[in-house]
């Protein structure tokens, strides 16, 4: 788009598209950059390696128009999108740098201790053929219980919102309490007998009164967690669903 009045450098890649009236240029520009305009120059395309048009093919695109009047209220709304746009993008870039000083808060606090109170290394090695029942305090104060074989792979996937569908919606903050068993099946009949009324009232006087194994996030899952939501940028909205607690 060039303003006839205006200086310009040109070579033989680039065409000059001269306007009776420039004040339509923000339409022109707009059509012309446009996924309609650029598949019609796909179409028109005369060389493989470097796509160029012609000069004959850039005479003859056409250009929808409209009465002037219309065209100036077409531009209005267009550049208002743009507006928007632009607002929206800056809104989006103070928010990432928000969350970028929340995260090197939160490293501070896990480097100097301030985050997990418990011993982070506390946690049970993983062994062959054993298998351990856990139970973790979620955001809300319910208490979420599964069985596996490794807890800290458990408890990573869990603080990521991958290990269930509560844990998801009700992220955990604290491992309260594990137990240790030679055989799936046996793990699987503790589970069961935690997630009854009785088992979960006997969990919570247990944890009150300080008797439960308990740990806390180690720095290291934490730092992963941080690293896998740097990486993703999209952080997915947690909805209440009233499902049943697991």
């Known amino acids: 788009m060039f303003n006839k009045n205006a200086k ?66 077409i531009q209005s709304i267009i550049e208002s999108h743009f507006s928007n746009i632009d607002h929206l993008t800056q809104t989006i870039d103070t928010a990432l740098q928000r969350a970028d000083l929340l995260r090197q808060v939160i ?30 305090e979620c955001d809300d104060g319910s208490i979420y219980i599964g069985q596996t074989q490794v807890i800290e792979k ?12 509560w844990t998801k919606q ?19 009949k503790r589970e069961k007998e935690l997630k009854t009324g009785f088992g979960r009232k006997w969990l919570k006087r247990e944890y009150a009164a300080g008797r439960t194994r308990q740990a806390g996030e180690p720095a290291s899952e934490l730092l992963k967690r941080i690293q896998a939501e740097r990486e993703t940028r999209a952080p997915k909205r947690r909805t209440a669903t009233g499902r049943k607690r697991p």
Do not use: C
């Open 170 to 188: 009700h992220p955990p903050v604290k491992l309260v309490h594990w137990e240790e068993f030679d055989s799936i099946q046996a793990a699987v």
């Open 8 to 73: 310009a450098n040109v070579n033989q890649a680039v065409s000059v598209v001269r306007l009776v009236y420039q004040e339509m240029a923000p339409y022109f520009s707009a059509y012309l950059n446009s996924k309609i305009a650029s598949d019609l120059y796909m179409r028109n395309v005369v060389d493989v390696a470097r796509a160029n048009l012609s000069l004959a093919d850039v005479s003859n695109i056409s250009v929808p128009l409209s009465g002037i009047k219309e065209i100036m209220v």
């Open 107 to 136: 490293l501070k606090k896990a480097f100097s201790g301030k985050l997990v109170p418990q011993d982070s290394n506390d946690l049970p090695a993983p062994r062959p053929g054993r298998w351990f029942v856990y139970a973790l």
């Open 154 to 165: 458990r408890w990573a996937e869990h603080a990521t919102g991958k290990g269930a569908e």
